[in-house]
């Protein structure tokens, strides 16, 4: 897991390893003070949904709602390595 913060804006990346999971979703929320929350997931209706709501007190985005998914983007993994991400 790695974190980068820099001015307003907030970057968090997850590198993941041997997963059995067939794609991931790379997702950028912009938050409600204009900085911008990135994530990697497996289920993006669930993960924005728990983001909206507040589910998880020590995530970035509990104090910064409302919320707004800004961007999202579908990758495939595959034998347990990242594969597909170019830019």
């Not at 938050?31 to 993006?44: H, K, N, R």
């Amino acid at each position: 897991m790695c974190e980068f913060k820099s001015g307003n804006k907030h970057l968090f990346c997850t590198i993941l390893y041997n997963t059995q999971q067939e794609a991931y979703y790379l997702y950028i929320i912009l938050c409600d003070d204009g900085s911008f929350y990135t994530g990697l997931t497996d289920d993006i209706l669930r993960r924005f949904e728990e983001d909206v709501n507040g589910v998880y007190e020590t995530c970035y985005t509990f104090k910064r709602r409302p919320l707004i998914l800004n961007i999202m983007k579908q990758f495939h993994f595959t034998g347990g390595y990242r594969k597909g991400i170019t830019n």
